[in-house]
Structures are given as structure tokens and as C-alpha cells.
């Protein structure tokens, strides 16, 4: 596909994200010969930095590129750093935007940029629709001549109210169509072919359903605590953070019906099909029953005392947000019923790792009564993250006489394919978004429809109904999380 050529204005570009990722994943487009031959990013936030200062910092000092610095890549990083442009917006964020506009125009004849603007909201959500508004008042939202797109990140609303306030003011200013959300885990590769797997193979789709399926289990794990976060994090907790957004993206991956087609329209509203189809828990016996919130306390890790969630820096010494969630629940469809489904997200845990498994129930006439396989199920595991790939485990009869039956591995890793090079997920949505590809990209109705089904559990969660358990750092959760997935036997927790 062809990208224009563009500006691209990045919002609370002094911030962390700018040159932790978002300049680093331009870069490594550049590298590979993706970015168009007209292409100018102009930063703007409430820093006093010259053009100088700001190439500095986020491209010819940056540690996020002290690699490509080091390997004699320099020339390729001075010429980058040469598209690098910074403005001061002045005091605030919502003050008038007209010194912008003219150094956007500026810029724009200067480079020939076409009039096509992609904004880049990475500010405080607070101010996303100060912004717009300001943005639209100099006429920079019009697509009279050059297209005009808005990418803003997450977090994406605090609740299903606020979300739907901030869609409206968003769309006061911007169509929806021009409107991009941000959620990094559809820029990862893994989950994009959760996708592929589920429907460019015939082998895996006649067995996706409640006739076959047991249950299913996302594991999304981080050995890392909030590190510098604790002032964000405490307001959030896990189920904003993580669960609301990257973990209910991919339950609608794997619940989706199959779309007609693969544009981005025709998957989306798949997507919100199956996300309006999670059962929404409403009393407090259900919601008891069925989330598990939890906080890690300090503890050893390889003789290293690990602080506890409530002695992190900017987190209130008797907060109760959860560092750690298990949510069960179903999801009401033809598909679907009665399919118990088992997603869990939290910091520090033994290792870092995202997976789906999905089990199979076991053959419904055991004619290998003492084979040892005996409730052991098929199961399918889908890793996103480290050593991605697809693994299948099946019985196998052990060699000799009789039939007893082990478990064999069928697998498949990325690394595999070692000759192409995978992107990034922030290179990934950028281009996409610089191509006007929506696809990656939660739509209004998708982060609605998913806050619908949160909001209760965080509603539940305020009350003195619901606990707040500990785990100490290190190990995998509290152990009535157990509970939750009794009857099953265990969760899998992936090279524990
Ligand atoms: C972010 C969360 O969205 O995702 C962080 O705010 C979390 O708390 C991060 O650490 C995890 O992303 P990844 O790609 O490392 O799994």
C-alpha cells in the first residue's frame, strides 16, 4: 500500500512514550524504507525545547536508540533526525492553537506534506477533547484538501460514562472514521494471526464451539511491578489497565464470528458482535463468586527484597487497587454457551507471559480406560508473548505393548521464520494509521461495549463485599484464585 506524504503532530511529545517508542518505531520505519518521501514530525507540549533540544533527546541521545547510535547507523539518524521539528504550545494544553497552526502550515508548504495531518494524542486523557476542540477551531480537523486523522492512546475513558463522554466530545470534532484508538497488543503479530489461525485453517474452526470446547484460559502475566507508574496505576489497577482493553480485545478474537471479508469495518463489527455478547454479571453473589482482585506484598526474590504494592512509590499506603484480577464468565451465544471462560492479568508474577489456551473436552467414551490419559485434555496453546507461537497437545501411545497414552507436543514458534524481521507494535498501528487502516484500531461501539461489561465488576469491587487478597511478589497470584477454576483441576501457569 502507498503512504502519503504527511505531518504528523505528536501531543505530550516530551513525554516517556515519545521517545520510548513512538520515535524508535519511526525510526526503524524510516530504516526500512516505509515512511513516504515527504514525512515531518513536529512535537508540541508544554516543555520550552528548541528543534535542537528536542532531536536531541528523543533521537541523537536517546537511549531508546543508543544501539542504532552505536552501530554506525549515524548517518541514517541524522538525516531522521532532520524530519524531527518541536513546538511550544505555551502554558496549556487547551489555549488557542493558532502559533500551531501556523507552524504546522509552515512546515507543511516547506515539505510538501500535502495537507495530510495524522494528531497524536499521548497527554493525560483528561485533555483529548481540549485538544480536538482546538485542533478543530483552526480548521486543521477539515478534510477539504489532505486528510486529517487523530490517534489518541490509552487509557481510553475510566468507566463506561466517562468513555462514552469522551467518544461524544471526540466525535463533536472528529468523524469517527478519522478517530484511531490506540491498543498496543493489536499490534502484536501473535494476536493479529489469532486471526489467521482461527480462519485461514480448516482444521481448528469446525472445533471452535461449546460442542468441542471445555473452557477457555488467557493468562496475561508480568514479573515487573507499577515501577515508576504508582501515581497512574493506583487510580487504574489492573482491570483498567490491562483487562478492560488488551485482554478483552483478544477474548474478542478468539469469540468472534468469522467476517465476511478482512476490512477493517467487516472485523470490527465482529468484534462488538462478541463483546456485547460476554454476559454482563450484575448481583453481588455472581460477582463474588466469579472476580478475584489481589495485591502483591513484599517479599525475597533471589535473596532481593521486593517491595509490596502499597510501599511503591505514589501509591497511597492503603490503597485497595488490584495489582492482580481473575475474571470468570461466560459468553451467551449459540456459539458459546455455557463455556466458561478464565482470563487473569497481573504484576508480579513469576515470569512475564501472555497466553490463551484453549481446552478441548476429553473424548466422550474412554476406550483406553487405564491409559493414564484419562481427563487430560487436548488443549491448544496460543502464546503472544515471549517465544511466540502455537502449540497442540495430544495423546500419543507409548511404544510397547498395551495402550498407555502420553502427552506429545505438536509446535510451532516464530522464531522459526527467523528470515523476516517482525515489527514492532507501535510500528505496526503507526503505519497502518499513516495508510489509514483501521483495522488494529478499537472502534467507539468496541471500548463501549467492553467498559459495559467491566463497570459492574469495578462497581463491585468499591464495596466492603469484596476482598482484597495478597500474594507475595514472585509467585502466581493469591491462592483463591483457585477457586475460581476448581473442578478443573488447575490454572496453567506457563514454565513455572
Ligand atoms: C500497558 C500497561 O498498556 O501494557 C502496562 O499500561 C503494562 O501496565 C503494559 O505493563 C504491558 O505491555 P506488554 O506489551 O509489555 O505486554
Redesign the pocket.
Same mark, same amino acid.
Given at each position: 500500500t502507498n503512504t502519503e506524504n504527511q505531518l504528523l503532530i505528536i501531543f505530550g511529545a516530551s513525554g516517556d512514550l515519545t521517545a520510548r517508542k513512538l520515535v524508535p518505531a519511526l525510526f526503524n520505519l524510516y530504516k526500512n524504507g516505509h515512511l513516504p518521501e515527504n514525512f515531518v514530525v513536529l512535537g508540541a507540549s508544554r516543555s520550552n525545547l528548541s528543534d535542537e533540544d528536542f532531536r536531541r533527546r528523543v533521537v541523537l541521545e536517546s537511549k531508546y536508540l543508543e544501539e542504532e547510535i552505536k552501530n554506525g547507523t549515524s548517518k541514517a539518524i541524522q538525516t531522521f533526525s532532520g524530519k524531527i521539528f518541536y513546538t511550544d504550545l505555551g502554558k496549556e494544553y487547551d489555549t488557542d492553537y493558532s502559533d500551531l497552526a501556523e507552524r504546522i502550515s509552515e512546515l507543511n508548504s516547506r515539505f510538501q506534506t500535502d495537507n495530510n495531518y495524522i494528531f497524536y494524542l499521548s497527554t493525560p486523557p483528561s485533555l483529548y477533547e481540549a485538544i480536538a476542540k482546538n485542533i478543530c477551531e483552526q480548521g486543521l480537523a477539515s478534510e477539504k484538501n489532505g486528510w486529517k486523522r487523530l490517534i489518541v492512546e *490509552?487509557p481510553f475513558g475510566y468507566s463506561l460514562e466517562s468513555a462514552r463522554q469522551l467518544n461524544d466530545g471526540l466525535h463533536e470534532y472528529f468523524k469517527e472514521s478519522q478517530i484511531y484508538r490506540i491498543d498496543? =497488543?493489536l499490534g *502484536?503479530e501473535t494476536v493479529q494471526n489469532l486471526l489467521v489461525t482461527r480462519f485461514a485453517n480448516s482444521i481448528f474452526e469446525p472445533l471452535w464451539n461449546r460442542n468441542y470446547i471445555h473452557h477457555v484460559e488467557i493468562t !496475561?502475566a508480568?514479573s515487573?511491578g507499577?515501577e515508576k507508574?504508582g501515581g497512574y =496505576?493506583d487510580k487504574s489497577g489492573a482491570l483498567r489497565?490491562?483487562f478492560q !482493553?488488551?485482554l478483552l480485545q483478544i477474548v474478542s478474537l478468539v469469540v468472534m464470528e468469522p467476517p465476511i471479508g478482512a476490512d477493517a469495518e467487516e472485523i470490527r463489527n465482529e468484534k462488538v458482535k462478541a463483546l456485547k455478547s460476554l454476559r454482563i454479571m450484575r448481583d453481588d453473589k455472581t460477582l463474588r463468586e466469579n472476580t478475584i482482585r489481589a495485591q502483591y506484598v513484599s517479599s525475597m526474590i533471589g535473596g532481593k527484597k521486593v517491595k509490596g504494592y502499597r510501599e511503591e512509590e505514589g501509591v497511597d499506603p492503603e490503597s485497595t487497587t488490584e495489582t492482580y484480577a481473575a475474571i470468570k464468565f461466560f459468553v451467551d451465544n449459540w456459539r458459546w454457551a455455557d463455556v466458561p471462560f478464565y482470563v487473569r492479568t497481573a *504484576?508480579r508474577m513469576p515470569t *512475564?507471559v501472555?497466553e490463551v489456551v484453549v481446552h478441548f473436552k476429553t473424548p466422550h467414551h474412554h476406550i483406553f480406560k487405564d491409559s493414564g490419559m484419562n481427563g487430560k485434555d487436548n488443549k491448544l496453546v496460543i502464546r503472544i508473548?515471549p517465544d511466540e507461537g502455537i502449540l497442540i497437545k495430544f495423546g500419543v501411545k507409548v511404544p510397547g505393548q498395551g495402550f498407555k497414552v502420553e502427552r506429545a507436543n505438536l509446535d510451532f514458534y516464530y522464531s522459526s521464520l527467523a528470515e523476516t524481521r517482525v515489527m514492532e507494535?507501535y510500528e505496526r498501528l503507526l503505519l497502518d494509521a499513516m495508510q489509514g487502516d483501521a483495522t488494529l484500531y478499537a472502534r467507539a461501539d468496541e471500548v463501549e461495549a467492553a467498559w459495559e461489561f467491566v463497570d459492574p465488576i469495578l462497581e463491585y469491587w468499591k464495596t466492603s463485599d469484596s476482598k482484597v487478597y495478597g500474594y507475595s511478589a514472585g509467585v502466581w497470584g493469591p491462592e483463591n484464585a483457585d477457586e475460581l477454576i476448581e473442578g478443573l483441576g488447575m490454572w496453567r501457569n506457563p514454565g513455572a
Open positions: *490509552k498496543h =497488543y *502484536k !496475561n508480568e515487573g507499577v507508574r =496505576y489497565d490491562m !482493553n488488551h *504484576k *512475564k501472555t508473548q507494535a
